[in-house]
Nanobody, 126 residues
Framework: QLQASGGGLVQPGSSLRLSCVVS??????IGWFRQAPGKEREGVSC????????TYADSVKGRFTVSRDNAKNTIFLQMSDLKPEDTAVYYC???????????????????????WGQGTQVTVSS
């Protein structure tokens, strides 16, 4: 129901755009999460419709931008000025209750999310 793509190996300071295609699921909010080896999954960003409310983790504010194309059921995560600490598997996810928006299903609590994509690897290294 959610499929993330767009990851890769890039140098520090580079940019990447991740995509998440949502099918057969009518979710108000889509969140982006990441998990680095040996670390817990952490929230990165979230976007709600129809008002396009967005939230970001402090660690990515000013560098990452989330957007969505409702006509194509696709959510994007534009990542700029990538740092080695951004290296992780990135997942897109939808809340267990699909009508919840980002302000309720906060990215600080991944347990709100019950529908997960398969993840895409982002590696930032020189």
């Amino acid at each position: 129901q959610l499929q993330a793509s767009g990851g890769g190996l890039v140098q520090p300071g580079s940019s990447l755009r991740l995509s998440c295609v949502v099918s057969t699921l009518d979710a108000v909010a889509i969140g982006w999460f990441r998990q680095a080896p040996g670390k817990e999954r952490e929230g990165v960003s979230c976007i709600s419709r129809p008002d396009m409310t967005t939230t970001y983790a402090d660690s990515v504010k000013g560098r990452f931008t989330v957007s969505r194309d409702n006509a194509k059921n696709t959510i994007f995560l534009q990542m700029s000025d990538l740092k080695p600490e951004d290296t992780a598997v990135y997942y897109c996810a939808a809340p267990r209750a699909p009508l919840l928006g980002c302000k309720v299903a906060t990215i600080n609590t991944p347990a709100w999310y019950g529908y997960w994509g398969q993840g895409t690897q982002v590696t930032v290294s020189s």
